[in-house]
């Protein structure tokens, strides 16, 4: 009926796992084709990739929102730190005050200061600056 035919594969078709489209030239010089065959094993390749990829992408998202996580815990903690180191010099300098107070040349320094008091037989004076006429005013000559 048909007539002797010569099948050719290519080794690389068969290394793929296809037979691909192959000419076969028949008596009368007329060429068919055969279709391509897809073997069952191809889906069973992809489906191990996908899953691996599936992970990839998904710890990949999980690192990320870990890392920015990580990223703002260390910037609230250096803007804990800055506040701290500022309390602790707050808390020496009102140490040191601390320490003046129980000082009694301090606690007369300021009386005589901040409430203006004197001892006794000492005269305290105000000195008053002299009034500077201001620009808006010309002087009269």
């Known amino acids: 009926m048909w007539g002797r035919t010569n099948i050719v594969f290519s080794l690389f078709d068969l290394v793929e796992g296809y037979i ?46 870990q890392y920015w996580r990580l990223f703002q815990l260390r910037r609230s903690l250096e803007t804990v730190q800055a506040e701290i180191e500022k309390v602790k010099m707050q808390n020496e300098a009102m140490s040191r005050e601390i320490e003046r107070l129980h000082s009694p040349s301090y606690l007369e320094q300021l009386a005589r200061e901040d409430l203006g008091m004197v001892r006794s037989g000492e005269l305290l004076f105000f000195l008053q600056e002299k009034d500077k006429p201001s620009d808006a005013e010309p002087e009269a000559e």
């Not at 391509?36 to 710890?59: D, H, I, Q, R, W």
């Open 20 to 65: 691909m489209a192959v000419p076969i030239r028949q008596r009368n010089k007329k060429i068919v084709y055969f279709p391509k065959v897809k073997t069952a094993g191809n889906k069973k390749k992809k489906l191990p990739l996908l899953l691996l990829l599936f992970a990839l992408l998904y710890f990949t998202a999980l690192f990320a929102c």
